[in-house]
């Protein structure tokens, strides 16, 4: 069986974090080798607390993580909550294995939980970041299109950004894919009603579990976008 290391917090809601990436990752096949940055006590309406793990119980748990077979063959990244954490598991990670980053600054039901410029050399190792519109302007720091936004990463070395669409407005949910040097790709879907918590984790970890497949990064965008769309939909 196929593994990733899923890399973020606990949600005691269980909407959110570690037990979403494990839910959608089930759907792939793919075996999760948790990694935890914090222990959140969340309900769907509010962030009560967070317990962040150590610097140090972070790397020892990617460590050991590392170690279990099969070897985990992609990472995905949700909340960190420090820059210490972010650098621990910088060094941790193998230099060659393919990260998606969702960059989680706060949580859906409103708790801050990164400042922006905390991820360190993160945003430039991940093969996609995957900010939903609000984290596209906070950590890009400035203001106008999604394009240049995402130009403006782009251009301090981040390599791919997969820009969601969930949080805009319209008929049609639509996410667009920026590459240095390559043209824009948009994955666009109709709007579903309602919404549910986790859309960012279960996406970000989708897509990771695709790139073990050998898919190419649009492809392994749009499959993880229709992963999460049937998701939505039961």
């Not at 974090?17 to 792939?28: C, I, Q, V, Y």
């Not at 748990?61 to 279990?68: K, N």
């Not at 919404?195 to 695709?210: D, H, Q, V």
Request: aromatic share 2%; charged share 15%.
């Amino acid at each position: 069986m196929t593994a990733i290391l899923a890399i973020g917090g606990t949600d005691s809601s269980g909407g959110a974090g570690l037990t979403r990436d494990t839910a959608m990752a089930a759907e792939f096949g793919v075996t999760v080798r948790p990694v935890v940055t914090a222990v959140t006590v969340q309900t769907d309406a509010a962030v009560l607390a967070i317990h962040p793990s150590t610097p140090q119980a972070v790397a020892d748990q990617a460590q050991a993580a590392l170690a279990a077979l099969p070897a985990p063959a992609a990472a995905k990244i949700g909340m960190l909550g420090s820059a210490a954490a972010a650098s621990a598991v910088d060094a941790a990670l193998p230099r060659e294995m393919p990260i998606v980053l969702d960059p989680v600054l706060k949580a859906s039901s409103g708790g801050r939980l990164m400042a922006a410029d905390g991820f360190g050399a993160l945003l430039q190792r991940a093969a996609l970041v995957t900010p939903n519109l609000a984290e596209l302007e906070v950590l890009s720091g400035s203001t106008g299109s999604i394009e240049a936004q995402s130009a403006h990463l782009l251009a301090q070395g981040v390599r791919a950004v997969l820009v969601k669409g969930g949080h805009g407005t319209g008929a049609e949910s639509i996410d667009v894919l920026f590459t240095a040097g390559g043209a824009a790709t948009s994955f666009a879907a109709a709007r579903l009603p309602g919404s549910k918590r986790g859309t960012g984790c279960s996406l970000a970890t989708a897509i990771a579990c695709c790139l073990t497949r050998g898919e190419t990064l649009p492809e392994a965008c749009r499959l993880g976008k229709a992963a999460v769309r049937r998701w939505l939909g039961r």
